[in-house]
């Protein structure tokens, strides 16, 4: 597993994130693209879609906007997408991928994304 401080650059869906993580030593990273694990949202633009995409901006707005990104190496979706936890800066502080889970705005999901 890694972990990096990262800011969310925009939330394009209710578990999908762009991001730009901090590598160290001034070196950055923008991942398009990020998908957080475990979870799965409804697709926009249904209206379950769009309340998991508000619940995760109000989420970032309001506990960002520099997170701590977990993610095993090379673990990538079908699509690409790393696969990622995000996690507030506070020591044992929220998981946002949790916090759709507990909102009801997403369900686990554990498989391959299709």
């Known amino acids: ?8 650059t925009r939330v394009i869906d209710g578990d999908t994130l762009a991001l730009d993580l901090d590598l160290g030593l001034g070196i950055h990273a923008h ?8 979870v799965d949202c409804p697709e926009l633009p249904t209206p379950e879609g769009i309340a998991a995409a508000n619940f995760t901006t109000r989420w970032v707005a309001e506990h960002g906007p520099v997170f701590n990104v977990v993610t095993s190496k090379d673990r990538r979706d079908v699509y690409g997408r ?3 936890s995000v996690r507030t800066l506070a020591i044992n502080g929220p998981v946002l991928n949790l ?11 554990q498989g391959v994304q299709p």
């Not at 597993?1 to 969310?8: G, N, S, T």
């Not at 916090?99 to 999901?109: F, I, N, R, T």
């Open 1 to 8: 597993m890694y972990e990096y401080q990262a800011r969310v």
């Open 31 to 38: 991942l398009p693209r990020a998908r957080l694990s475990g």
């Open 99 to 109: 916090e759709l889970l507990h909102a009801g705005a997403a369900k686990p999901y």
């Open 82 to 84: 790393y696969l990622v």
